[in-house]
């Protein structure tokens, strides 16, 4: 699987859009594009994911470039609750790797009042 | 509810004595797998399974067993823990159906 590159930390005003970026430069064309949040030492909780274009459901959007070599995590309206430290990952969908997540070290995403 | 479910949350135990940490998903998902997360090394996978009787090793398996008799269970088997296996344990499912993976709420082992 490709490996992703995040920054480390990451900070929002409460209310304001949150743009958590991710470098995949590696990304092969069968390999997906998956974002999780880590709340605390809760599990891991799925947000979207894409292939190459661009997704809204109701948590975020996922913006992926043309290239697909980078790809950017929007939270609309952050919220205190959004503190937490979110993974990009990339991944197969189908075949003898499918559901293969390799975490990476994330973004802490620290929202403030 | 759709859920996995992991049992215990935490447990202490002593170097050497068998536990094993139970996980269960109802959402008729085939495949689990265990993860365990360490401070500065994030979450590695231990062991996958892709469906019923059939499991593989992931990043990490030393020291761990696992077992698919039934598709809702996946249980962890650690035969002799060491205190090397002091972690946060997750175990998640999925399948080409559901949108990501579902994680439990983690078990968190002190092995002393």
């Known amino acids: 699987d490709a490996k992703t590159t995040q920054p480390p930390s990451m900070d929002c005003a409460e209310g304001r859009a949150a743009n958590l970026p991710c470098n995949h430069s590696?990304?092969?064309?069968?390999?997906?594009v998956y974002w999780y949040r880590q709340i605390h030492s809760q599990g891991p909780q799925y947000i979207i994911h894409?292939?190459?274009n661009n997704e809204t459901n109701e948590m975020a959007s996922l913006i992926i470039t043309e290239d697909r070599k980078s790809s950017t995590l929007i939270l609309p309206h952050a919220t205190l609750r959004d503190t937490a430290v979110y993974y990009c990952?990339?991944?197969?969908?189908?075949?003898?790797?499918?559901?293969?997540?390799?975490f990476g070290q994330g973004t802490i995403l620290t929202v403030h009042p | 509810e759709a859920q996995v479910t992991q049992n215990p949350r935490y447990l202490i135990t002593v170097t050497g004595k068998k536990l094993t940490v139970t996980c269960s998903q109802n959402m008729n998902h085939e495949y689990m797998s265990w993860y365990r997360q360490d401070p500065g090394l994030g979450l590695r996978q231990i062991y996958y399974?892709?469906?019923?009787?059939?499991?593989d090793k992931g990043d990490v398996p030393e020291g761990y067993k696992v077992s698919r008799k039934e598709k809702r269970n996946f249980p962890l088997i650690l035969e002799s823990p060491s205190p090397n296996q002091t972690s946060l344990y997750f175990c998640?499912?999925?399948?080409?159906?559901?949108?990501?993976?579902?994680f439990g709420s983690g078990t968190r082992l002190t092995v002393v």
């Open positions: 894409g292939l190459k």
């Open positions: 399974s892709m469906n019923v009787e059939v499991t």
């Open positions: 998640a499912s999925s399948d080409p159906g559901s949108y990501g993976y579902t």
């Open positions: 590696t990304i092969s064309g069968n390999e997906y």
């Open positions: 990952i990339v991944s197969h969908a189908g075949g003898t790797s499918y559901g293969k997540l390799t």
